[in-house]
């Protein structure tokens, strides 16, 4: 497997604050390897041989913004084995409903924009269901819970300008985390 030469903004780059336009299809050549590119990377910071060859750190999402285009996509790639992976792309994506329920990360959540230890917790829905575009323009609904549910969220907040970062209670990191489930 071969590194993409992507560039992850980091998170004093001011293009993250943007709130990201809708997209139109059909997507172009570009956005296609753009695409193709942030999985590649995602993945191979997630399998230990290569984020050790590389030095990268293990991440599980980008938004297009985080390589500096401020477009309305998003990517996950999800390890669901030792090396086995289930990758999630969403264009236009928008949460249609969420639980009452909510959770945080109890070892916090991380940013592959955020270069740094964050303490202090970000409340987000147990589960939601995000309606979006697959590659091809068609629309779909799909639920997610926990982990990926908190995934889903923080890469919206990113196509919306916000850090998870901007989240945290800066006088009280860990605010109200009584009221919340850790996961």
Known sequence: ???P???????????LRLISKEVTFPLSIEDKNNIKDMITYLTMSQIEE??????LR??????????????????????????EFRDYILINPKIVTHSEEQIFVGEGEGCL??????????????RVTVEAQDMDGNTFRIRVREDISV?????????NGILFVDKIDKNNPYKNASKYREI
């Open 113 to 126: 924009s955020v270069n740094r230890e964050v303490e202090g917790i970000v409340p987000r829905y147990a």
């Open 5 to 15: 030469n992507l560039t992850i903004l980091d998170e004093k780059d001011k293009r």
């Open 50 to 55: 290569y984020s050790e060859k590389y030095h």
């Open 151 to 159: 995934a889903f969220q923080h890469e919206i907040d990113h196509l």
């Open 1 to 3: 497997m071969k590194l």
């Open 58 to 83: 293990a991440g599980m999402g980008l938004a297009y913004i985080q390589i500096g285009i401020p477009k309305r996509i998003f990517v996950i790639v999800e390890e669901l084995d030792d090396g």
